[in-house]
């Protein structure tokens, strides 16, 4: 079965530093992997998504997510931290081959530190 | 586009009261999603269907949530009596085979059942 873990419930950075969120995933087949981010009173916004290709992907507000094969993992970076990127990141997968549905985590929530 | 489109933003009734939130997908778009997210228990997927038939409802909490897709642009999430630990944020959202399953997430209905 598809699923993606996101073992921090919360992670706090300082504003200006580097941030990680992490993910590690479990799928049968070629895993096409995504972030969204979640802000205050909105809905979930797609960030980036991994399907082939480039092990580094970029995506949306200067985020980007490494895709790590042997480790399973896709966890999301930005170089540089900045205050309004605190919000609640979701890492999800499609459940299958073909499906359109997605598992989501079950959230990291982000807190840059002025 | 405008894309997803959700009503009501919020909704308070009383225990026992039927509630109807509606949806209305991003025009083109095949897929459409209804999730429920709490503090408690996360994002859940409640139902999902494609070209308007329903394909999984596994996430339906019991048989007091329904839901209809009577044409390619109108959705409906009915809950029929409801309860106070109905009370929660129901996203709609909508994708196409065509975009990799990314899906666009519309602003949330915000139910309270007192």
């Known amino acids: 079965a598809q699923s993606v873990a996101q073992p921090e419930d919360q992670v706090n950075v300082a504003e200006g530093n580097p941030l990680t969120v992490k993910c590690t995933y479990s799928v049968s087949g070629n895993p096409y992997l995504f972030w969204y981010v979640q802000y205050p009173n909105r809905g979930l916004q797609f960030l980036l998504k991994y399907i082939t290709g480039d092990n580094l992907v970029k995506g949306s507000y200067g985020f980007e997510a490494e895709f790590n094969k042997s480790q399973t993992s896709f966890h999301l970076k930005k170089p540089s931290a900045l205050v309004s990127d605190s919000a609640l990141y979701f890492c999800a997968v499609r459940s299958l081959a073909g499906a359109n549905n997605l598992f989501f985590g079950t959230g990291t929530r982000l807190t840059v530190i002025p | 586009d405008a894309g997803v489109i959700q009503s009501p933003r919020h909704e308070v009734t009383e225990m026992g009261q039927e509630v109807t939130l509606r949806c209305k997908p991003i025009?083109?778009?095949?897929?459409l999603f209804w999730y429920r997210q709490t503090m408690m228990r996360g994002l859940e997927l409640l139902i999902y269907?494609?070209?308007?038939?329903?394909?999984?409802d596994s996430g339906m909490p019991e048989d007091r949530f329904s839901a209809k897709m009577p044409n390619a642009s109108f959705s409906t999430l009915k809950i029929q009596p409801s309860e106070p630990r109905d009370s929660a944020v129901y996203f709609c959202a909508s994708t196409m085979t065509q975009t990799k399953n990314i899906q666009y997430f519309g602003a949330g209905t915000r139910l309270s059942v007192l």
């Open positions: 269907f494609n070209n308007n038939v329903p394909i999984d």
């Open positions: 025009s083109g778009h095949n897929s």
